[in-house]
């Protein structure tokens, strides 16, 4: 009896290790988009666009600028030209966004064009900030805001965060959002809106950007595709378009900043 049962197991094992087998999928490849970022702020500087095209998923290489295009900002008044300073990088003259203006991106390359509008918000004022230090890591530490929060609407917020004049929220999944649904027309009262790695006598600067709901939606899109998927059982990962006409990928942003500083001055 024993020997016919290790007869069995010896069987299974056997079918279970002949139906592993590696398979080799060709993947087809898609046509080159375009991929336009830029963005303008309520800040008298060099606004910039950047544009490229896309490549494969397994192209391995870095995205190509797109060189000789003519690119200028509108308000509906006033045209601002942008000069190529590097391949695929745009750039106006020194200039500043008005809150409460609609700014259009326009874009033509080889006779096609493309465009994009985006409306800049007022971003309220930062009255101060503050610091919490994690139990866990004592490295770390969180960034609390104290501001009014307007009432008039719905509004989209954005937090970036400098330690000592360079930016370490660089990327993406780095740069906290939120909407203003559980504290419209409120005082914001030491709300944490940022986590850093810090130390005693650094000098913390934390930016809030007064975004709007498209770019909002565009970033929550981006880390549902990346950073916040849910495993194995999500759906296959897929472009996601922008505010870009011409079925152009990215997004033209336009926003107003608030920053405060301070400096971290216990261990």
Not at 15 to 43: A, H, M, P, Q, W
Not at 68 to 74: K, Y
Not at 211 to 223: A, L, R
Not at 239 to 257: H, K, M, Q, R, T
């Amino acid at each position: 009896m024993k020997r016919t049962f290790l007869v069995y197991i010896f069987i299974f094992s056997m079918s279970f290790f002949s139906c592993t087998e590696k398979v080799d999928i060709e993947l087809d490849s898609t046509y080159e988009r375009v991929v336009i970022e830029g963005n303008l702020t309520n800040e008298y500087k060099n606004h910039q666009v950047k544009i490229s095209r896309s490549a494969d998923y397994f192209a391995n290489k870095p995205a190509e600028p797109i060189t000789g295009a003519d690119v200028s900002i509108t308000d509906g008044t006033s045209n601002f030209e942008l000069t190529e300073i590097d391949p695929g990088l745009y750039e106006t003259e020194e200039m500043v966004g008005i809150p409460g203006q609609t700014y259009t991106l326009n874009i033509t390359i080889d006779d096609k064009k493309y465009s994009a509008s985006d409306y800049m918000h007022t971003c309220p004022p930062i009255d101060s900030i503050g610091f919490k230090r994690f139990k866990m890591d004592s490295n770390y530490i969180a960034l609390i805001i104290f501001a009014q929060e307007p009432s008039e609407e719905t509004n989209y917020y954005a937090w970036k965060a400098y330690r000592n004049d360079t930016l370490v929220t660089d990327t993406l999944n780095e740069v906290f959002i939120s909407d203003d649904t559980f504290i419209n027309g409120n005082y914001i009262n030491g709300t944490e809106v940022q986590y850093i790695k810090a130390k005693k006598d650094d000098l913390i600067t934390l930016e809030m950007l007064s975004i709007t709901q498209p770019y909002y939606d565009f970033i929550t899109k981006i880390m549902l595709e990346t950073d916040w998927d849910g495993g194995p059982f999500d759906g296959p990962p897929a472009n996601f378009y922008g505010n870009i006409s011409n079925e152009a990928l990215g997004f033209f942003a336009v926003y107003s900043v608030e920053r405060k500083t301070a400096i971290i001055s216990e261990p």
